[in-house]
């Protein structure tokens, strides 16, 4: 007679998933009482999402900087060694990963972004292309945008090039490095519209308003109830009725937690970008020379403001070329940016310093620039340092921290001002670069100047508000330092630390 006998691994899957515990949990790998780098794991069952895949900031300057960055050749050993992202199976590309072990065969269903801020974003470089990422079509046009202008070499949102493989030489013998063409590959990447079915769970895309376009909040139906996840949002944005209606209609909705955002938890309401817009407008009014501003660079909300101050004082508002190229990519989409033609797009000096330069023939001037830069080249609405220097009184010129090498060409006369739109400093690294700023525009004559800025952070009563609304069983504060302050806005608040796994 014949004992017949199973051994575990000859069980179907199927078999074992329903004889499994149903259980839902949530893991924090990041964004748990810090701001930002969120990266929370959802797991329902077999099915496992990614909430957001962003970078720690605050975890990864305490060890990096700008010159002391983690090396790709160690594939993701560098990032590791901090604890920046979690060691499992089954989520990273093969190519890093196989530098430290064997890969796995993918084990994660999905990555759910709400916005396209690197704190919630950038870390998607590391993840195995065949994980699917969903976004809102914004998002994806914004990461693209990213993907292209990007000099860090950490930004193969869209597509990936393989690296750290060998490919038989065409001619002769032996093996050459995978390079070029031949190493892209592409993301499986899915835009979210209202509603997606990922394995157990059903999700539902929310807009909200926020300090770049695109963002959305979520609520995911799990086996064990109903998750709010909202990611980062307010309510003084130009697109706040998105937030009030979805707020409105979430409240319809039994929610069992909810991951509520607060960076500003502990801040009073800001003020409406619509009276940040008059504020700047009365600003600029009666200025002689030019006028300097710096705003985040795919804030749009706050370049329509800069643009509508510009046109009311007959001025023209000059951007990088990196924006230019957002608003390229996001022409055509519903978010309501400026179209191309409405602002004018600064050409620096670079490399050999040629733009400009009638005795050189249109090609060698063009070799100064990157490729996605050279179809800019000849726009009508071009300008170059020499046209804001022979008629200041006609420009708003946009100058972030990197591009203050600018004003020694442009040479900003007696009488211009300078208006600062981008959040105060956080951290040491901020406060020199703030400082540096502060020297160069005192050489120029643009100190003292006005702040004029709002975050893209509700404030504390409109997170107690939104809270009270949502009314979840359960409440999870993430992306926020202060944790505590919750406990004032609701009775069963949950406080969780960083690797910290919660059952539902
Ligand atoms: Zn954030
Ligand atoms: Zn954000």
Redesign the pocket.
């Known amino acids: 007679m014949l004992a017949i006998l199973y051994p575990k691994n000859c069980i179907s899957d199927d078999l074992q998933r329903s004889s499994a515990i149903r259980m839902t949990t949530l893991t924090f790998y990041g964004g748990a009482g810090e701001?930002?780098g969120?990266q929370i794991l959802l797991e329902d069952d077999d099915t496992r999402i990614w909430l957001d895949f962003?970078m720690p900031f605050s975890r990864a300057n305490r060890y990096f900087s700008e010159f002391l960055q983690p090396r790709k050749l160690s594939g993701l050993g560098d990032w590791f060694e901090f604890g920046l992202m979690p060691d499992l199976p089954g989520l990273y590309r093969e190519d890093y990963i196989s530098r430290l072990r064997e890969p796995s065969d993918l084990a994660f269903d999905a990555v759910l972004l709400?916005?396209a801020?690197a704190?919630?974003s950038a870390y998607i470089h590391f993840l195995r292309p065949d994980l699917p990422i969903y976004a809102s079509e914004v998002t994806k046009r914004i990461l693209e945008a990213l993907e292209v202008t990007s000099t860090t070499g950490f930004a193969e949102f869209l597509r990936l090039k393989e690296t750290f493989k060998l490919v038989p030489k065409s001619k002769g013998e032996g093996f050459k490095r995978l390079q070029g063409k031949e190493a892209k590959r592409s993301r499986k990447f899915k835009v979210i519209g209202s509603r997606a079915r990922i394995g157990n769970i059903e999700v539902e895309a929310f807009p909200v308003s926020h300090s770049l376009p695109g963002a959305r909040a979520y609520l995911l139906h799990t086996s064990s109830g109903t998750i709010f996840y909202t990611?980062?949002f307010r309510f003084h944005g130009r697109g706040e009725e998105a937030t009030r209606e979805t707020v409105e209609r979430v409240a319809d909705v039994e929610v069992d937690a909810m991951l509520c955002?607060g960076?500003r938890v502990r801040e009073s309401t800001d003020i409406p970008e619509a009276e940040l817009e008059r504020r700047i407008t009365s600003e600029m009014r009666g200025v002689k020379g030019l006028v300097v501003v710096n705003f985040p660079p795919r804030d749009i909300d706050r370049m329509i403001s800069f643009l509508r101050a510009s046109e009311e004082n007959d001025r023209k508002l000059v951007v990088s070329l990196r924006q230019a190229y957002l608003l390229k990519m996001l022409e055509g989409s519903d978010c309501g940016a400026p179209k191309l033609d409405d602002v004018c797009v600064y050409l620096p000096r670079k490399n050999w310093g040629l733009i400009g330069d009638p005795s050189y023939p249109e090609e060698v001037v063009a070799q100064d620039y990157e490729y996605w830069e050279r179809e800019f080249l000849n726009l009508e609405n071009a300008v170059i340092a020499e046209d804001i220097r022979e008629s200041p009184r006609d420009y708003v010129f946009r100058c972030d921290f990197f591009e203050l090498k600018n004003l020694i060409d442009i040479r900003p006369p007696k009488g211009s001002i300078y208006i600062r739109s981008v959040t105060e400093p956080f951290d040491e690294e901020t406060e020199i670069d703030k400082r540096k700023a502060d020297a160069w525009l005192k050489h120029f004559g643009l100190y003292p100047y006005s702040q004029i800025h709002c975050s893209?952070?509700a404030g504390g009563p409109e997170l107690r508000r939104t809270i009270e609304d949502v009314s979840p069983e359960l409440l999870i504060p993430v992306?926020t330092e202060a944790p505590e302050a919750f406990e004032e806005f609701h009775q069963n608040v949950k406080r969780v630390k960083l690797g910290q796994r919660i059952e539902l």
Do not use: A, K, V
Request: net charge negative; aromatic share 0%.
């Open positions: 701001i930002g969120n962003g709400t916005h801020h704190d919630h990611g980062d955002e960076t893209g952070h992306h």
